[in-house]
């Protein structure tokens, strides 16, 4: 199974702060994702990317940026933190299309 | 785009029943299905998918039904554990897309 690892796992942050949320992946896989969950709700596609140096808007990319320096690596960005923001957020990454592997999920809270 | 449905939002069992839980999607287009298990506080686990072009795929104590007709996916689980608690979601990739859509989860509870 693919190692997909997150930092921080948890975060409090203030309104108006940047966050940056990071991935790193070891299996060599193209394709990384950034979704957020809601209580109650499935997940939601933020941004992804299928190379590095390039990123792709998904569902709900209003308020994040993201950035894939290199395979492995895929940062989630707030610039402005805002309340509504205040979810868990889950990194994945696949080698082609079909079976996404997630990492562990990074809580944030914004005050 | 696409949407996907599923139900029952939760269920709570005796350990030793089988659950049925079912997905509905809206995409004719839909062409992967894959279905993931999270653990409280733990990240997604995948566990089982099917293709447009399969009818039934089974793994251990897993049986996941499709039907290209009416749209919509069964999994069934058999002789439920404790540690089959869990939120199981249904998910939809449709062709020529690397976007994966999932329902909102179902909350399996499994009473010892």
């Known amino acids: 199974e693919a190692a997909v690892t997150q930092s921080p796992r948890s975060k409090v942050a203030v309104t108006g702060g940047k966050v940056t949320l990071s991935c790193h992946q070891t299996?060599?896989?193209?394709?990384m994702y950034w979704y957020r969950q809601d209580t109650g709700h499935g997940l939601r596609l933020i941004h992804y990317?299928?190379?590095?140096?390039?990123?792709e808007k998904g569902d709900i990319p209003d308020g994040y940026k993201a950035s894939r320096p290199s395979q492995e690596n895929f940062s989630l960005i707030l610039e402005l933190a805002s309340l509504s923001q205040t979810a868990v957020y889950f990194c994945?990454?696949?080698?082609?299309?079909?079976?996404?592997?997630f990492g562990p999920g990074t809580r944030l809270l914004v005050l | 785009g696409e949407q996907v449905e599923q139900l029952p939002s939760s269920l709570i069992v005796q350990e030793g029943a089988s659950v049925l839980i079912n997905c509905s999607y809206t995409d004719s287009a839909s062409v992967y299905f894959p279905w993931y298990k999270q653990e409280p506080g733990k990240r997604l686990q995948f566990i089982i998918d099917?293709?447009?072009?399969?009818e039934r795929k089974q793994t251990q104590r897993l049986t996941l039904l499709f039907d290209k007709k009416t749209k919509h996916l069964s999994l069934h689980i058999t002789a439920t554990q404790p540690g089959d608690s869990a939120i199981y979601f249904c998910?939809?990739?449709?062709?020529?897309?690397?976007?994966?859509?999932f329902g909102s989860g179902t909350q399996l509870t499994v009473m010892p």
């Open positions: 994945a990454s696949s080698e082609g299309v079909d079976t996404q592997y």
């Open positions: 990317s299928y190379v590095a140096d390039s990123t």
């Open positions: 299996n060599n896989h193209d394709y």
């Open positions: 099917i293709r447009s072009n399969m």
């Open positions: 998910s939809a990739r449709s062709s020529g897309s690397w976007q994966l859509i």
